[in-house]
């Protein structure tokens, strides 16, 4: 395959070349290690999951696909289509085998043999910036399912090591907001059966979502034979990979486990969304070792946040679908009583905070980019101090603290804005000059 000479200096490219071989490295070694840490609790890791995947049925096909349209916008049309034909033939024998023999059906395995495809075209038939462009592409698109089994194995190791939670002191902050569980929990359950089938939907495709924008940014790449120095997917996958470290250090299981049905014997009561729990002092409260403490931040309310800041410079269409993607997720991580209302401000704040230090590392980092992130970290570090010690004088005065919690997020939301304001109207640094791909 012919391809014009890259534009990048070679003075830059030697650097560029070596971060994503140590970030390879140490992505890699991540997953080692947190497949190393499941198995001492008897249960299977990421790589385990994803290799299964090879030959067993998949957890899930749509995202497979997705990762296999990542992975093909390094490829001319004419390699697209035969690597799509590829996976559906595939898929195609495996259908039929499992047919016959009576297993579990599902789809993708075809999708994870195409990307293994160009990886092994990769290594075997191309050579210099040619075979590191398609390494790139089936990276990104290994990366985004092996980060959706990575945050799987995180769930599972907070509800092993976390046997307390600390429901009480969240539900007892989010007064300070008025309960906005408890109100979308009835909002929805008066628009059944339509209301919850939309937004559970929405709610469990926010991964191929991501992957569509991702795509609509990266359209470009097979005919500049190189990447943009930034887009959703490097965002996206970083908070999942930060996020389920607060998970750690802030248990909570939502309000729909903690104080409601789905949280059986376990549950303080079977109150949400109908009635309010009476809290007096705020304690841990055990639970069970299955439920995962996934609550703090709401990294779907992250992710959407995220989705809806890159399509803010989309096609129309792409803007109306990234507001409507934000809208629905807030409404179905309160509706479903998933989240409480102080998780979403929270997940705004950390989404934000990643997201600035992504585009600062792409643009090259500076004054503005370390007051806006040590800003970001801040406010969230103080969120999360202000709800495990401060709940009792949160709902005493909400209208104090609930104004103040909200002038926290903005503050956030405004810094972001007028700093990448500025960005965009100011010079780039020298190793941004060069053209590139529309980045948002």
């Not at 992710?303 to 679908?321: D, E, I, N, P, Q």
């Not at 939301?413 to 109207?425: M, Q």
């Amino acid at each position: 395959m012919k391809t014009e000479p890259s534009r990048i200096p070679a003075r830059i490219r030697q650097p560029q070349t070596v971060l994503w071989a140590a970030a390879g490295v140490a992505t890699l070694g991540f997953l080692i290690a947190l497949e190393f840490t499941a198995r001492g609790y008897g249960l299977p890791g990421p790589i385990t999951h994803h290799a299964r995947e090879v030959v067993l049925a998949p957890d899930s096909g749509p995202l497979l696909y997705a990762g296999l349209a990542l992975a093909m916008v390094v490829l001319t049309w004419r390699q697209r289509l035969v690597a799509a034909g590829a996976a559906i033939g595939i898929d195609v024998v495996f259908f039929l085998v499992r047919w016959a023999a009576g297993a579990e059906m599902n789809f993708g395995n075809g999708a994870l043999w195409a990307v293994l495809g160009i990886a092994a075209v990769a290594v075997t038939r191309r050579t210099g910036p040619e075979r590191l462009l398609l390494l790139k592409g089936t990276g990104l698109g290994l990366l985004l399912v092996a980060g959706h089994k990575t945050g799987d194995t995180w769930l599972l190791i907070t509800s092993k090591t976390r046997p307390t939670v600390l429901d009480p002191y969240v539900a007892l902050a989010d007064r300070a907001l008025g309960d906005p569980s408890w109100l979308a929990g009835r909002i929805v359950e008066a628009t059944e059966p339509a209301g919850p089938f939309l937004l559970h939907v929405v709610y469990g495709q926010l991964p191929l979502a991501a992957a569509l924008v991702g795509l609509y940014q990266l359209r470009r790449v097979a005919v500049e034979r190189r990447f943009p120095a930034h887009h959703l997917v490097r965002t996206f996958l970083v908070i999942g990979l930060l996020g389920p470290a607060v998970y750690m250090v802030f248990p909570v299981v939502g309000p729909v486990y903690a104080y409601g049905a789905d949280g059986g014997q376990w549950a303080v009561g079977h109150l949400w969304p109908d009635t309010l729990p009476s809290i007096g002092t705020p304690h841990p409260v055990p639970f069970d070792e299955i439920t995962p403490r996934n609550c703090m931040p709401s990294l779907h309310t992250a992710w959407a946040v995220t989705l809806f800041v890159h399509t803010r410079k989309g096609s129309r269409a792409m803007r109306y679908a990234g507001t409507f993607w934000l809208v629905a997720t807030l409404s179905a991580t309160l509706g479903f009583g998933y989240h409480y209302g102080v998780d979403l401000v929270a997940g705004v704040v950390f989404a934000l905070t990643v997201e600035a230090a992504m585009r600062s590392l792409a643009r090259g980092w500076d004054r503005s980019a370390t007051w806006l992130v040590a800003h970001g970290t801040t406010v969230f570090a103080v969120l999360l101090v202000s709800y495990r010690w401060l709940p009792v004088e949160m709902a005493e005065y909400p209208w104090a603290s609930g104004p103040l919690l909200v002038l926290l997020m903005a503050s956030v939301i405004h810094g972001y804005v007028r700093t990448t304001a500025l960005w965009e109207t100011t010079t780039a640094p020298e190793r941004q000059r060069e053209p590139r791909p529309e980045l948002v």
